[in-house]
């Protein structure tokens, strides 16, 4: 069975740290992906990584950057964190088998940050 | 954007009742997959329907898919209380995919 974990399920941070959120998958899955989750919104991309030390901008990626240093790896960082940045964030990874094509999608279990 | 919106937003039904979700969106696609999602959890994959196909089963479940008027449903036949979570489909028609905003089912005992 595929595993993706993250690195918390909850974190409280303040204003203008620095927060950084890991996931990590055992499936030598090429692709990773981080979303975030917010009511009513549902889950929007913030940037994804076809392989290692690559990386694409998803649909929000302002406030936002990410590493991908080895292929089991990908971490989102916030570099100031808002309180905007409130949200759940949800790490998944996938297979690659044909360009263009996206194939099922493994999450892992979500970090729920709270920036006071 | 979201590309993908699912109807109704929430649904409540009795155990043992079928529960129908239904999702519609607005380009080509390669396929379309359903996830489901526990309350605070990460998603779980359902269900991938191939644009080329029109009827999947599995289990419980089976979806149909209409490229014609794009859209999707998603059935669950004699639901349980343990089907309580948010279904969500995705659709894709490059490498990454969209997800809807998700339907809430309630299933009481």
């Known amino acids: 069975d595929v595993k993706v974990t993250q690195s918390s399920r909850y974190l409280v941070k303040r204003t203008g740290e620095k927060v950084f959120l890991e996931c990590v998958q055992d499936m030598d899955h090429e692709n990773m992906f981080w979303y975030r989750q917010d009511p009513g919104l549902g889950l929007r991309l913030i940037y994804f990584?076809?392989?290692?030390?690559?990386?694409e901008k998803g649909d929000i990626p302002e406030g936002y950057s990410v590493s991908r240093e080895k292929k089991e790896r990908f971490s989102l960082i916030l570099e100031s964190a808002s309180t905007n940045q409130t949200s759940m964030y949800l790490c998944?990874?996938?297979?690659?088998?044909?360009?263009?094509?996206?194939?099922?999608?493994?999450f892992g279990p979500g970090t729920r940050l709270l920036v006071l | 954007s979201q590309q993908g919106e699912e109807d109704p937003q929430a649904l409540s039904i009795q155990e043992g009742e079928n529960a129908t979700m239904n999702c519609s969106y607005k380009?080509?696609?390669?396929?379309l997959q359903w996830y489901r999602q526990n309350s605070g959890r990460g998603l779980v994959h359902l269900i991938l329907?191939?644009?080329?196909?029109r009827e999947k089963h599995s289990g419980r479940l089976r979806v149909t898919l209409d490229t014609s008027k794009k859209s999707s449903s998603l059935l669950i036949t004699a639901s349980r209380a343990a089907d309580t979570a948010s279904y969500f489909c995705a659709t894709d028609n490059t490498d990454k995919l969209i997800f809807g905003t998700g339907t809430r089912l309630q299933v009481f005992p």
């Open positions: 329907i191939r644009s080329n196909e």
């Open positions: 998944a990874s996938r297979t690659q088998r044909l360009a263009g094509v996206s194939e099922t999608q493994y």
């Open positions: 380009t080509s696609i390669n396929n």
């Open positions: 990584s076809y392989d290692v030390k690559m990386k």
